[in-house]
Nanobody, 119 residues
């Protein structure tokens, strides 16, 4: 069974930093792209970043480019999202995600970790 467990969220002041982490199990982690997505209240879910299986290629949404950094450790089956210079508009629940396999109905998401940016 695919499991994705996020951690590292919390309440931080504007300008602060956080490291979110996602522990994966139930599949061969090193075979898959991984992604981070966030969902803020009253807004559509927003794709933030993804990373290829070897960690050599990363992509970012324009809204977070330069402030967010995705990384992975295939030995530990983890994917991290480092967030710098947090802004109030970064307040959201953050999810890591794994793409579906052919024939599966949907991508896999974890339960999320909440980030609140407030002074």
């Amino acid at each position: 069974e695919v499991q994705l467990v996020e951690s590292g969220g919390g309440m931080v002041q504007p300008g602060g930093s956080l490291r979110l982490s996602c522990a994966a199990s139930g599949f061969t982690f090193s075979n898959y792209d991984m992604a981070w997505v966030r969902h803020a209240p009253g807004r559509e879910a927003e794709w933030l970043s993804n990373i290829n299986p070897t960690g050599t290629t990363t992509n970012y949404a324009d809204s977070v480019k330069g402030r967010f950094c995705i990384s992975r450790d295939n030995a530990k089956n983890t994917v991290d999202l480092h967030i710098n210079n947090l802004k109030p508009e970064d307040t959201a629940v953050y999810y890591c995600a794994r793409p579906r396999d052919a024939g599966e109905p949907s991508d896999y998401w974890g339960q999320g970790t909440r980030v609140t940016v407030s002074s």
